[in-house]
């Protein structure tokens, strides 16, 4: 069974950083195209930045030039290194694969973003 572990959120001020992490214990995690996806409430999840299995990304506007996505497939792991952090990066983060979820959700970490 895919299961899918995000880590890292937490409280940081305006201008910050946090890395977050996505344990992913799933076969062929290095075959997969995945992201990072993003949720407030009364709003639909958004994918932010996705990370193709040969090493190529791409970006939402709202965090393209701030965010990074990487990963190290021998560890099965997900990252997301957000930089320059403003209030409307608040949300819950979620990893999956790109650009639909086709594995079960996570629980989510969360991110605000406030002085």
């Known amino acids: 069974q895919v299961q899918l572990v995000e880590s890292g959120g937490g409280l940081v001020q305006p201008g910050g950083s946090l890395r977050l992490s996505c344990a992913a214990s799933?076969?062929?995690?290095?075959?997969?195209?995945m992201g990072w996806y993003r949720q407030t409430p009364g709003k639909q999840r958004e994918l932010v930045a996705r990370?193709?299995?040969?090493?190529?990304?791409l970006y939402a506007d709202s965090v393209k030039g701030r965010f990074t996505i990487f990963k190290d497939n021998a560890k099965g792991t997900l990252y997301l290194q957000m930089n320059s952090l403003n209030p409307e990066d608040t949300a819950v983060y979620y990893c999956?694969?790109?650009?639909?979820?086709?594995?079960?959700w996570g629980q989510g970490t969360q991110v605000t973003v406030s002085s």
């Open positions: 990370i193709f299995s040969g090493g190529n990304t």
């Open positions: 999956n694969t790109a650009p639909t979820g086709l594995m079960g």
């Open positions: 799933m076969n062929g995690f290095s075959i997969y195209n």
